[in-house]
């Protein structure tokens, strides 16, 4: 009894963040019948944030043991740092936008995914990486079909919105889980730090290619969060229907969940050491770079068609996991000075800032009496909200990758790793990439130009809620800075995408 | 000192730009004066930057580069140390002047002192906006010039296109929306393709023991010591080649030019024509030839000298079919900047120096070109040789400058033009006579197609579009001290271009003897691959 007690004693320490959010979550759901005013919810949901954020483990902390079931180590606290983060900016664009009368729950379920973003990150088991996924997956179901203020009559659209994303998420679910059964059945545990190590071993019981099935399937799982192709078919229709607030959350968590889990899986070895063998490692690394291809083709050339602007940005955030994916799969020789992985754990948290900066700005200018849905609807943009087109135009510089934004930095760390890369099919990737980007620049320079150099017939006239405000300065300003000072940052994505025992992914020969 | 001058040199305008978003659109001749008064302060660094630059006399035997000690910076600004064992690699904030970018950086700052002034009267919608993107564009501009780091050079190159959409798209003619897009995408497709290129010569350029360089001097140290393989330097150099001839432009690149050189508004197109083409011969003089020498005699001489000849016919005979004097001018744009490339690409010092020398010309007789085509559309606004002619009799000193412009610009003797393109042509004359006879059509037909243009516009009995009741008068004070300090560079370039030449020499010769040792390696296959 002692022993269990210790145990879980010893677990939440590790997860102390999430399991303040956790708990706050089921205050705010069991709060939620009651008749209480709206600010008070959202008051404790920032301070339940807030005492996440200072429970989080300082970076400098040493790595703790990797026996139980969380971790904490310099990549989980990364992502955990963004998570948490997230939800602040999400917490604070949300602000008096939520429906009084529900907002409690909508609040308790926005609270959840960050925590399971969190969880994601510290997982160090199978099963409870599953679990965390899952508690990303199922609170962004309630999200999906509540109503905000001002879409209650797209009831229609949310359904078939949260419909699409539920059954493509369910079965996301059982793919990872298939995976997770091969992994399980040929080491015999569900400790990701024992299975690493069996499998360094060559302790497996069933040999490579049950691992090549694992990978593949769990990858596939797990690139739906990504919105990688070809599993991104729900992306566009989903952020198309769904209430714009939980778009905003969603572009940013989905795939924040995606990238942690991968990082466990896969840029801290569990797959990769069974599969260090000549052969696999080259087919295991050119699964990324089909994944890397497609999404790019996708993401680039379909959404120059788009008009609807969150469909738009839906294929921007697919062509991104291409990028992302590069990244995945471009383990760096042993002395490059730029790997894969640290140019991944680098473009993490700018791609979180512009994308979630573009989607808060888009969301906060709609309002019931003048939508803002495609592109046009932005027309003039730059006379009536010179901030806030200004802000934006920093975040879609960011996204096409111009310098002065740290999107510039972000490229070109992929574009070095690819390069680098011990697959020389991956430089092939650096042009494929580059031809690809030049692709998609367009539609990202059509909404500026839209904003800047047409007039609107009907101007926007709605008042930017200055918390709502404040999160794009923020957003902007840290990708103008990380553009004029990207040192610090990258040195904490080389120790987050170190941590974990090594080797990574191309270290091992 | 001196480099206090650089940095004052770049922050200056940057500083305006910041007044003029201050001050805001209500208070324009304030905007006005403030940008006014930033680009002189620029020139006036620009001017000690120039006339004090000495060429580093201890230098490096085996390495082209070596920027004046005097006006070297060096900051780190992102450090990528992997391991704590070796030293890190860093990117630098690298900030120097030599022999090649000198008078570049003199013509940039000389140039945006006339592009302010034209804009004087001209601007009145946004002023603010307008006068803050044209300084940071100055910025920009003298950024790529003076960056000795490679990703440093890439972010200035790259950032020059944002003010420049901007110009074009909100203060250009009819079609802005058009030109702005497709010189933006055009550009920036190609120079993303570069990047490829130019991470593929960094990280191929490793020295055993050493981090990675982005250093462009070290990086032209090291492909001096050790080239990289010649099939893989001819990979990098077409993906080289595609950002930097989109840039220049080449032949089949150059479609978006005529567009946006014509669509943007007057201080834009001289900018654009006087100094933005130049980032691209300027990035082959400053990464291909250095860095990728073999495959510059293998592929990139064939290649761009076919193309540049092209060029210079096609945009002479365009230049030659146009009736609106701007697109004219373009074109004409198009033709000069072949010679440039036909002597760059002529691989040896005189080709190179005129190259070099070509730039500057071409920056001050086509930027005077667009000036003065500005104040004709200020006063008559149609820019349709069909429509205008006579005008010596209305405007004989705005004539006078057009008549010497020309003239300048075909390369009569005694001007700038003639001395940039007589080495162009040696230079390339040299090697594939062939090509610089083909060239030579192109200074006959670029006499044709001006002095039809001088003929028609200037001379025989006055023609003018109805203009109401304005009175249409002669330059006036401010349009002359745009127009006069570049005449008097051209005249002085045409008489005495010793000081111009012998500043860039060292460098010059240094590359050129690197592509001679190179030709002498690639004629000797059997010694080179037994190394």
Known sequence: ?509 | MGKMWLLLMLLAPLAGAAAALYLGDGRLRLVRLASLVATLAALLFAALIVTNYQTPTARTAGEPFGSDPDFAIRMPWLIYSQSEQTAPTTVYLELGVDGLSVWLIGLTALLMVPAVLISWETITDRPAAYYALLLSLETAMLGVFCAMDAVLFYVFFEFTLLPLFFLIGLWGGPRKRYAAKKFFIYTLAGSIISLVGLVGVILTLRDAGQPLTFSLTELAFRAGKTPIDAALQNWLFLALFIGLAVKVPLFPFHTWLPLAHVEAPTAGSVLLAGVLLKLGTYGFLRLALPLLPAACLQIGQPLVALLAVIGILYGSLCALAQDDIKKLVAYSSVAHLGFCMLGLFALNAEGMSGALLQMVNHGLSTGLLFLLVGMIYDRYHTRSMKELGGLAQRLPLLSFFMVVTCLASVGLPGLNGFVGEVLCLFGMYAVHPAYAVWGAVGIVLGAWYLMTLLQRVFFGPLREPAHGDEVVTDMNRRELAAVVPLVVFCVWIGVYPKPFLGAMKPEITALAERLAETARQLQAPSTSAGE
């Open chain 1, 1 to 509: 009894m002692e022993g269990v007690l210790s145990a879980i004693s010893g677990a939440v320490g590790l997860v102390g963040s999430e399991a303040v959010l956790i708990l706050a979550a089921c205050g705010l759901f069991l709060g939620a019948p009651f008749k209480v005013p709206g600010v008070r919810w959202r008051l404790a949901a920032l301070a339940a944030l807030g005492l996440a954020w200072y429970l989080l483990p300082a970076g400098t902390e040493a790595a703790t043991s990797y026996a139980g079931a969380f971790k904490s180590d310099a990549g989980s606290t990364f992502f955990r740092s963004i998570s948490v983060m997230v939800g602040l900016f999400m917490l604070l664009v949300s602000w008096g936008r939520f429906d009084e009368r529900i907002q409690a729950e909508q609040l308790a379920s926005v609270l959840l995914i960050i925590a399971g973003l969190g969880l994601t990150a510290a997982a160090n088991d199978l099963i409870v990486l599953f679990l965390a996924l899952e508690l990303v997956s199922i609170p962004t179901y309630v999200l999906l079909y509540l109503p905000e203020k001002g879409n209650k009559a797209d009831a229609p659209r949310r359904a078939e919105a949260a419909m699409k994303y539920f059954m493509l998420s369910v079965f996301s679910a059982a793919m990872f889980l298939y995976g997770a059964s091969f992994l399980y059945g040929s080491v015999g545990s569900t400790n990701l730090e024992v299975i690493r190590a069996a499998l360094r071993e060559g302790a497996d019981r069933s040999g490579t290619a049950v691992l090549l099935v694992a990978l593949i399937t769990l990858v596939a799982g797990l690139s739906f969060r990504l919105t990688a192709a070809p599993f991104h078919f729900y992306a566009p229709d989903v952020y198309e229907g769904a209430p714009p607030l939980t778009v905003t959350l969603l572009s940013v968590a989905a795939k924040l969940a995606g990238v942690a889990a991968l990082d466990q899986l896969v840029l801290n070895g569990v797959l990769l050491s069974g599969l260090s063998a000549p052969p696999y490692v080259t087919k295991a690394a050119g699964l990324f770079w089909v994944l890397a291809v497609a999404s790019m083709l996708v993401g680039n050339v379909l959404g120059l068609w788009q008009n609807n602007l969150r469909r738009l940005l839906a294929y921007s955030g697919i062509a991104h996991a291409g990028y992302m994916v590069i990244g995945l799969g471009a383990g760096g020789a042993a002395d490059a000075a730029i790997t894969g992985p640290s140019a991944l754990f680098f473009y993490v948290p700018i791609y979180t800032l512009m994308t979630f900066g573009l989607f808060a700005a888009i969301t906060l200018l709609d309002s019931p009496e003048r939508r803002v849905e495609t592109v046009d609807d932005l027309a003039g943009l730059g006379k009536s909200h010179p901030v806030v087109a200004f802000l934006m135009a920093v975040f879609l510089f960011s996204l096409i990758g111009l310098p002065p934004t740290a999107g510039f930095f972000a490229k070109l760390n992929i574009f070095m790793a690819a390069w680098d890369s011990e697959q020389s099919l991956y430089r092939v990737l650096a042009l494929v990439m580059a031809v690809l980007a030049a692709v998609g620049a367009w539609y990202y320079l059509r909404i500026i130009a839209v904003m800047y150099l047409r007039d609107a017939v009907k101007p926007l006239t709605v008042r930017l809620p200055l918390l709502g405000l404040l999160v794009l300065w923020i957003c902007a300003l840290s990708l103008l800075w990380f553009f004029l000072r990207p040192s610090a940052l990258w040195r904490e994505s080389v120790d987050a995408s170190r941590q974990g025992p090594p080797p990574a992914v191309g270290r091992q020969r």
